[in-house]
């Protein structure tokens, strides 16, 4: 069975500041992909990256980036310089690979950004 | 771009009463699912299915839910008999194999 664990329940910063949101995940498969979520409070899901488990480059987009560790089984998203736009629930997931596979949801970060 | 569109955005609906959640998955995507989100609380997966028959189900989806591609483009959520449980948001999403899944921008159930 897959896990993922999002231990920051809920994270306060001011903005511009940066923030990094931590994820740990099990599996026992080899192959699988990692995949991170915003939810504004309008609640739509809305993706943001998809990682592959043989893949551990670390990616950054605009203000995002990406911190693949396998030897830690983690999978952190920091967001530089942070801006109100980016308060929103954070989710990080997993799935297998192969045909169909369910994703397996962290419990997710509140991340909020003050002005 | 392709999306995933879901009707209706919100329903509500009393204890007891059949609901049917509808979604349109994108067109040439094989694999559908629905997963659930209580209000606060985590996405969680109910079903997946794939060439007109369940793939995969979780302890969640008993028998009250059940679920059908009634046509070449819509995928549906049924529950029998709703319960005050059963109030959450419902996310349907579609996959090609070995791609992410797409969401849609869900369902919010209230059951009063």
């Known amino acids: 069975a897959q896990k993922v664990t999002q231990a920051q329940t809920e994270i306060s910063v001011v903005e511009k500041e940066d923030v990094t949101l931590d994820c740990v995940y099990e599996?026992?498969?080899?192959?699988?992909?990692l995949f991170w979520y915003k939810q504004p409070p309008s609640g739509e899901l809305v993706f943001l990256i998809r990682?592959?488990?043989?893949?551990?480059q670390n990616e950054i987009s605009g203000r995002y980036s990406w911190n693949f560790q396998k030897s830690t089984s983690s999978f952190n998203f920091t967001i530089t310089a942070s801006q109100v736009v980016d308060s929103a629930v954070y989710f990080c997931?997993?799935?297998?690979?192969?045909?169909?596979?369910?994703?397996?949801f962290g419990t997710g970060t509140k991340l909020q950004v003050i002005p | 771009e392709p999306e995933v569109t879901q009707t209706p955005s919100h329903q509500v609906t009393q204890m007891g009463q059949e609901v049917i959640l509808r979604c349109v998955p994108i067109s040439n995507h094989l694999y559908f699912y629905w997963y659930r989100q209580i209000l606060g609380q985590k996405v969680e997966f109910l079903v997946s299915f794939y060439n007109n028959e369940i793939s995969e189900k979780s302890e969640i989806f008993d028998d009250q839910f059940s679920v059908e591609r009634p046509d070449g483009s819509n995928f549906t959520l049924k529950i029998r008999s709703t319960k005050l449980e059963d109030s959450a948001m419902y996310f349907c999403?579609?996959?090609?194999?070995?791609?992410?899944?797409?969401f849609g921008p869900g369902t919010r159930l209230t059951v009063t």
């Open positions: 990682r592959n488990s043989f893949d551990e």
């Open positions: 999403a579609s996959s090609d194999a070995n791609r992410e899944q797409y």
């Open positions: 599996t026992r498969d080899t192959t699988y992909y």
């Open positions: 997931a997993l799935s297998l690979s192969g045909g169909y596979q369910k994703v397996t």
